[in-house]
């Protein structure tokens, strides 16, 4: 591997991910929600783990919360749709007040949203 992929790797803090949220996000073919919404959404989700500090391992917290933005999730109604993984918890509806309410409660006090929940598949172990 190059010097500079491993650069990336300790600046993203790869090591340290304990939950990825991906957000169905500034689609190309909007259909679960409108663009404006999803995008509204994503800038919610960003600056509250920032505000929160766990968007990056810190003397408080060793582990990081991660997000990647997602054209589409396939779920293609009742959006923005977010998914946490490695919980595997589907979210739907997720604008900026859904969204603190998955980080006050889902990533914060491991407590899943059930009003918002419509899915949820933890990934299996490998064999």
């Given at each position: 591997?190059?010097?500079?992929?491993?650069?990336?790797?300790?600046?993203?803090?790869?090591?340290?991910?304990?939950?990825?949220?991906?957000?169905?996000?500034?689609q190309a073919k909007p259909k679960?929600?409108?663009?404006?919404?999803?995008?509204?959404?994503?800038?919610?989700?960003?600056?509250?783990?920032?505000?929160?500090?766990?968007h990056q391992p810190s003397s408080?917290?060793?582990?990081?919360?991660?997000?990647?933005?997602?054209?589409?999730?396939?779920?293609?109604?009742?959006?923005?749709?977010?998914?946490?993984?490695?919980?595997?918890?589907?979210?739907?509806?997720?604008?900026?007040?859904?969204?603190?309410?998955?980080?006050?409660?889902?990533?914060?006090?491991?407590?899943?949203?059930?009003?918002?929940?419509?899915?949820?598949?933890?990934?299996?172990?490998?064999?």
């Amino acid at each position: 591997m190059s010097e500079n992929i491993q650069q990336i790797v300790q600046k993203l803090h790869l090591d340290k991910i304990e939950r990825h949220i991906f957000l169905c996000c500034d689609q190309a073919k909007p259909k679960c929600c409108s663009r404006e919404d999803s995008l509204e959404s994503w800038q919610y989700l960003k600056q509250r783990l920032k505000e929160l500090g766990i968007h990056q391992p810190s003397s408080e917290y060793n582990t990081c919360v991660f997000r990647t933005k997602a054209d589409c999730l396939r779920v293609c109604c009742d959006g923005p749709i977010l998914l946490v993984y490695p919980d595997g918890v589907w979210y739907r509806h997720a604008t900026p007040e859904v969204i603190e309410l998955i980080i006050q409660q889902h990533l914060l006090k491991n407590e899943v949203v059930e009003e918002y929940l419509f899915h949820s598949h933890s990934l299996p172990s490998p064999k």
